[in-house]
């Protein structure tokens, strides 16, 4: 009896975490981490459509208040203006209002919001509220797991605040954007889950797309990505994305890595 109860706990466990799959690279999925939990990141970025090669460093902390309420807190910094420094930071928060639970199958549904500020001239017409526009965005991710593999799609739109000293006379002056994603991922290993310490593989394939409403000017990029978990509680991600449509000129994201870190601490708050 005693066996039988320490496996329902655990099963209860790993079914309340976001599963292996729904850990976006590139987007965030509409589940959120573990009540009571803290999460720290390192991210660096890579651009190569930058005259020359530029990175950007996001340290990143994340906090799950309960099981339908966590934020982030990131700071940027990068060398794109010549020199490495700090950009600026962004708060964002995500609240789940729709949980439908079956055996091996989930829907999750949530709503978002982010605000960020920025110190970086404006050259571009693409809004990128991670690092270079200060602005507010809003939107909704759905989110469908199917045993191993797990489907999401995000809708957002993002407002970029005017601020006359960073703006370039002659270069784009963004104020607002519509973002959409689709993202896909599938648990690679283990073939069988025998306990929350074998490592997960996971391989991500995710399509990220914004329109400038004003303009009509539009873009497309695909963002394939592989994803290893230690422990349940390590997280390793490489990513790559590239431009495969659209319009928009001058975007620093449009050939990107993306290399992160991820460390977990759960059940660490009161």
Same mark, same amino acid.
């Given at each position: 009896?005693?066996?039988?109860?320490?496996?329902?706990?655990?099963?209860?466990?790993?079914?309340?975490?976001?599963?292996?799959?729904?850990?976006?690279? +590139?987007?965030?999925?509409?589940?959120?981490?573990?009540?009571? *939990?803290?999460?720290?990141?390192?991210?660096?970025?890579?651009?190569?459509?930058?005259?020359? &090669?530029?990175?950007?460093?996001?340290?990143?902390?994340?906090?799950?208040?309960?099981?339908?309420?966590?934020?982030?807190?990131?700071?940027? #910094? *990068?060398?794109?203006? /010549?020199?490495?420094?700090?950009?600026?930071?962004?708060?964002?928060? /995500?609240?789940?209002?729709?949980? #439908?639970?079956?055996?091996?199958?989930?829907?999750?549904?949530?709503?978002?919001?982010?605000?960020?500020?920025?110190? $970086?001239?404006? !050259?571009?017409?693409?809004?990128?509220?991670?690092?270079?526009?200060?602005?507010?965005?809003?939107?909704?991710?759905?989110?469908?797991?199917?045993? /191993?593999?797990?489907?999401?799609?995000?809708?957002?739109?993002?407002?970029?605040?005017?601020?006359?000293?960073?703006?370039?006379?002659?270069?784009?002056?963004?104020?607002?954007?519509?973002?959409?994603?689709?993202?896909?991922? !599938?648990?690679?290993?283990?073939?069988?889950?025998?306990?929350?310490?074998?490592?997960?593989?996971?391989? &991500?394939?995710?399509?990220?797309?914004?329109?400038?409403?004003?303009?009509?000017?539009?873009?497309?990029?695909?963002?394939?990505?592989?994803?290893?978990?230690?422990?349940?509680?390590? $997280?390793?991600?490489?990513? &790559? $994305?590239?431009?495969?449509?659209?319009?928009?000129?001058?975007? &620093?994201?449009?050939?990107?890595?993306?290399?992160?870190?991820?460390?977990? +601490?759960?059940?660490? #708050?009161?």
């Amino acid at each position: 009896m005693k066996q039988i109860l320490v496996l329902a706990l655990m099963l209860i466990g790993v079914y309340n975490t976001v599963a292996a799959q729904e850990l976006y690279v +590139f987007t965030e999925p509409a589940s959120n981490m573990p009540t009571k *939990s803290i999460g720290v990141r390192i991210t660096n970025e890579g651009m190569f459509n930058y005259p020359g &090669y530029v990175s950007r460093t996001i340290p990143e902390v994340m906090i799950g208040f309960n099981k339908n309420l966590m934020m982030h807190a990131q700071a940027f #910094l *990068s060398d794109m203006d /010549k020199k490495y420094r700090l950009e600026g930071g962004s708060l964002y928060a /995500k609240y789940r209002f729709l949980s #439908l639970d079956e055996a091996h199958s989930h829907f999750r549904a949530s709503a978002f919001g982010r605000v960020s500020t920025s110190k $970086r001239p404006t !050259y571009t017409r693409d809004i990128n509220l991670e690092g270079d526009n200060s602005g507010v965005q809003g939107g909704l991710i759905f989110t469908q797991l199917l045993h /191993k593999l797990a489907l999401s799609s995000t809708l957002g739109y993002a407002h970029a605040f005017e601020n006359s000293d960073r703006q370039i006379a002659g270069m784009p002056q963004p104020k607002n954007m519509l973002s959409y994603s689709l993202s896909s991922g !599938y648990l690679v290993l283990p073939v069988v889950y025998k306990d929350y310490k074998q490592p997960n593989f996971n391989v &991500y394939l995710e399509l990220l797309g914004k329109t400038d409403p004003s303009s009509g000017q539009s873009y497309l990029d695909i963002a394939p990505a592989v994803q290893m978990i230690i422990n349940s509680k390590t $997280r390793i991600d490489f990513g &790559y $994305r590239f431009q495969v449509a659209g319009s928009m000129t001058g975007r &620093y994201t449009k050939n990107m890595y993306l290399l992160r870190a991820e460390f977990n +601490f759960f059940n660490v #708050l009161k």
